[in-house]
Every structure is written in structure tokens, then in C-alpha cells.
Nanobody, 121 residues
Framework: QVQPVESGGGLVQAAGSLRLSCVAS????????MAWFRQAPGKEREFVAA????????YYADSVKGRFTISRDNAKNTVYLQMNSLKPEDTARYFC??????????????WGQGTQVTVSS
């Protein structure tokens, strides 16, 4: 099983940028999809972006399309989430996940502990 480990969260002002990183350890496979989800207090975990490992096909939630970019570095077993034009509503704990793919949490069986992103207005 793949075990993701996130880093890169923090506090940023609205309109600012942050880059999250996720290193995937364990039995990685080209068949995996790596994804980012987020969860704000009192809300359900929601899909943010995903990247298929073998062909780099990416897909995004409508709420972040055009502002966030997911990318991967095969050699480093790392996936990144570049977040630009951040808004206060992007404030959440961001989780990296590995699995067969999709926009639902049950499509992923490896989860990191999460990293907090706070956007001040």
C-alpha cells in the first residue's frame, strides 16, 4: 500500500500562493492515481485535484480550476499542488491520497495525515 506524506501548508494572505508536496512511499505503481482532497471544519472531505501516475492526465474540482495545478515527479515519487490566487474559502486541511482514482474518497486507500492551509482575508 502507498503511504503519502504531505508538507508545505501554512498561513497565507488572500491572493497569495502556496505549494504542497506529497511523497508517496511504499509499493508505488504506475496504475495509481494521486489526488488532493481537503476538509474544512464541520464539512465533508472534498475532492480538489488528481493526477494519473502513468500518463499524467489531470482533473480538478470546478472550485479550483484555473487557480490550482497538480503535477508529479516520477523520479522523486512526489506529487505537487501549486495553489495560486488563494481565497479564504480555500482554508482547510489538505490531504494527499493514493488509489485507483476518481473524485470520491472511497477511490483511494492510502491517505496522508494532512497539512493545514489557512488563507486570511
Amino acid at each position: 500500500q502507498v503511504q503519502p506524506v504531505e508538507s508545505g501548508g501554512g498561513l497565507v494572505q488572500a491572493a497569495g500562493s502556496l505549494r504542497l508536496s506529497c511523497v508517496a512511499s511504499g509499493r508505488t505503481s504506475m496504475g495509481y492515481t494521486m489526488a488532493w482532497f481537503r476538509q474544512a471544519p464541520g464539512k465533508e472531505r472534498e475532492f480538489v485535484a488528481a493526477c494519473r501516475w502513468y500518463d499524467s492526465i489531470t482533473y480538478y474540482a470546478d472550485s479550483v480550476k484555473g487557480r490550482f495545478t497538480i503535477s508529479r515527479d516520477n523520479a522523486k515519487n512526489t506529487v505537487y499542488l501549486q495553489m495560486n490566487s488563494l481565497k479564504p474559502e480555500d482554508t482547510a486541511r489538505y490531504f494527499c491520497a493514493a488509489g485507483r482514482g476518481g473524485r470520491e474518497p472511497d477511490g483511494y486507500d492510502g491517505w496522508g495525515q494532512g497539512t493545514q492551509v489557512t488563507v486570511s482575508s
